[in-house]
């Protein structure tokens, strides 16, 4: 099925199920509100995934729509969804391929020591406060480091995330990111403000998502939710990206 499909299949049939419209009513639907103040197209919350809120990967397709669309995206088929509400105990990563919805890693990952403890509190685009980034980011090059082999990741939210590989922001893997490590501790350890990953699965992730996919960081930041670029840009409703931003 491709990705037109998966995104209008289950919001078509369900709305006309119990609305008892038929298809020509269907023609021009309207924005449904979320729980965030930002509108989405009936598409950008069909496709599910499982452990994934609806609101927030509608959000996540918005900003990868919109980002395709100002052709900031080589990649538009994979998306990366890290939902930073969520407790670090709790998988919260999610790799989605687009063309067919199937999930492609469902994972563990940590965020910085500035950030908070088991949970998330604070973000920042400051160099120094070891805190996380909210908002989109892309996916660039790989490389091996002081973590071993490592992804760099471009903020494109002015203000938010932008300053992130001057911050060395990047997707690596480490050893506090691990079943193992929350029963010890009762959390995952804490990075500098990098998405880390457990390490017998890290480097199978970045081959994934490298060069140019989108990443997309939530968490119920009211300034970011209301100013963000990617969530306000004025996108067509739900469907393929438009020829030629890939």
């Not at 509400?85 to 563990?108: A, C, I, Q, Y």
Request: include cysteine.
């Amino acid at each position: 099925m491709t990705r037109a499909r998966i995104r209008f299949a289950v919001v078509a049939v369900c709305t006309a199920t119990s609305l008892g419209l038929t298809a020509p009513a269907l023609a021009a639907p309207v924005p449904a509100p979320t729980p965030y103040g930002v509108p989405l197209a009936p598409g950008e919350a069909a496709l599910s995934v499982p452990g994934l809120r609806p609101e927030v990967l509608g959000l996540a397709l918005r900003a990868e729509r919109c980002a395709a669309r100002e052709g900031l995206v080589e990649n538009p088929d994979v998306l990366t969804v890290i939902d930073y509400s969520l407790p670090s105990t709790k998988k919260r990563l999610w790799v989605v391929d687009l063309d067919t919805g199937r999930v492609l890693f469902h994972e563990l990952v940590a965020h910085g020591q500035g950030t908070g403890g088991n949970r998330a509190r604070l973000f920042s685009n400051v160099s120094g406060s070891h805190q996380s980034n909210v908002g989109a980011l892309v996916t660039a090059e790989t490389y091996y480091g002081k973590h071993g082999f490592s992804l760099r990741l471009d903020g494109v939210e002015p203000g938010f995330n932008d300053l992130a590989r001057e911050r060395t922001i990047v997707i690596h893997g480490a050893p506090y990111v691990s079943e193992g490590f929350i029963h010890r501790v009762g959390r995952l350890g804490r990075s500098w403000g990098c998405p880390a990953l457990a390490e017998d699965v890290s480097s199978q992730v970045i081959e994934t998502i490298a060069g140019g996919s989108l990443v997309f960081g939530y968490y119920p930041d009211k300034d970011w939710l209301a100013s963000s670029p990617l969530l306000h840009c004025d996108a067509e409703p739900a469907g393929d990206v438009p020829a030629g931003s890939r």
